[in-house]
Structure formats: structure tokens, C-alpha cells
């Protein structure tokens, strides 16, 4: 059973700022989603990777398959990014969740 | 072209009863996900269907759960006898194509209250 784990928990950053949340986990897997929850509860795909990098406007994901790590980065960060960042491997064990903070 | 679509968005009951979350995929989607999200925690995984069969029902609980997805029709989750435990929010998503390499779009959830 992979396990997945997120870091941090929590991150409040002021608006502008760069943004890095982690993601790790044990087994190799050919796929990892990026989702974004937010506080209404609705949850929307950002991402899917299997290697190398993806950039969609101001967020940049990135995976390193040898090491079993991944990277959700945020550039200009804004109030409105404010949610629960989620890291998942093959659709089917996800991580905690990072809650994301930003202040205007 | 609509997304995916979970119905009823809230439910209410009371123990004992039944409960039937409705999923209708993305137009060209045969690949159905449940998730269940209880109060303050994370996603888990229930269940995972390809039409009319189910293909890792791994994260199912074994008693008073059930899924389907006919050839026609919506995706079904079928909860028997609820309990106070089962309140919580139930995703819905689904991804064309090979498993594993499609992306997920999930539904608005339906959340499930049991009085």
C-alpha cells in the first residue's frame, strides 16, 4: 500500500509570495494528481504527472520518480489560491491535504 | 458540455435508513471513483467501476455498501442502514481512457447527514 505524505500542514503566506508545497510517497507509481479543494468543498484537478514538470498559468508541478517526490509550486501567490492543496498516486490514496492560507 | 454529476448535493437521514448517491460521469467517460471525505479529514478511496463492472472495491467498507455502474444509466452508491458514522461527503469522479493514465473530474460531492 503506498503511503503519501504532505508538507506543511498549514501555510500562511502574504500575497505575492512563492509558494511550495511537498509531496512523497513509498511506492514507484505511473501516475500523481495534483487537486485543489476549496472551502465550499468542491474539488478540481490541477494536475496529473508521470515525470518531468507541468506549468498552467502561475502553478508549476514537478516530479522526481527516483526519489518518489513531487512539488506543487504557486508564483505570485493571491488570496484567491487560498484552499486545500491535495497530493493523490494512482487515484486511489491521497495525502492530507495542505491548507493554504494567503493574506491580501 | 456538462461535468460530472453528482446528485442530491445534501441528503438527509435518519439511522437505519437507506441512502443513494447518484453519479452521472463526463460525456465519453467509462472510468467511475468514489471517494469519501468524513468531517476534517482527508480523501479516501471506496470504490472504482468501469461500466458494469466493478474493478478495486478495496476501500469499501465490507457491510451495508454497495456500487454499480449499468451500461445505462448513472453510477450508484448504495448505502443500507446508515449509521451516524457514515455522515460525510461522497466524490464522485471519472477519467476516460487506461486506468492510471487519465485525468480525474470530480463532481460537487453529496453530502450525506444521518440524524
Known amino acids: 500500500k503506498n503511503e503519501v505524505e504532505q508538507s506543511p500542514q498549514n501555510l500562511t503566506a502574504q500575497e505575492g509570495e512563492f509558494i511550495t508545497i511537498n509531496c512523497s510517497y513509498s511506492?514507484?507509481?505511473?501516475?500523481l494528481h495534483w487537486l485543489q479543494q476549496h472551502p465550499g468543498g468542491g474539488i478540481v484537478s490541477l494536475f496529473m504527472?508521470?515525470?518531468g514538470k507541468k506549468k498552467h498559468g502561475r502553478l508549476i508541478a514537478t516530479i522526481n520518480i527516483q526519489e518518489k517526490h513531487s512539488s506543487l509550486h504557486i508564483t505570485a501567490s493571491h488570496p484567491r489560491d487560498s484552499a486545500v492543496y491535495i497530493c493523490?498516486?494512482?487515484?486511489?490514496?491521497f495525502g492530507t491535504g495542505t491548507r493554504l492560507t494567503i493574506i491580501p | 458540455n456538462a461535468g460530472v454529476m453528482q446528485n442530491p448535493r445534501h441528503l438527509v437521514r435518519r439511522r437505519g435508513q437507506e441512502a443513494r448517491l447518484r453519479c452521472s460521469p463526463m460525456?465519453?467517460?467509462?472510468?467511475v471513483y468514489w471517494y469519501r471525505q468524513l468531517p476534517e479529514e482527508g480523501l479516501k478511496f471506496m470504490v472504482y467501476?468501469?461500466?458494469?463492472?466493478?474493478?478495486?472495491e478495496s476501500g469499501m467498507p465490507k457491510e451495508r455498501f454497495s456500487a454499480e455502474f449499468p451500461k445505462e444509466g448513472p453510477s450508484i452508491l448504495r448505502i443500507q442502514q446508515v449509521v451516524r458514522g457514515d455522515s460525510a461527503a461522497y466524490f464522485c469522479?471519472?477519467?476516460?481512457?487506461?486506468?492510471?493514465?487519465?485525468?480525474?473530474?470530480f463532481g460537487e460531492g453529496s453530502r450525506l447527514t444521518v440524524l
Open positions: 469522479a471519472s477519467s476516460p481512457g487506461v486506468p492510471n493514465t487519465g485525468e480525474l473530474f
Open positions: 511506492v514507484g507509481i505511473s501516475a
Open positions: 504527472l508521470s515525470s
Open positions: 493523490a498516486v494512482e487515484k486511489l490514496t
Open positions: 460525456k465519453g467517460h467509462s472510468h
Open positions: 467501476l468501469q461500466k458494469e463492472n466493478i474493478i478495486d
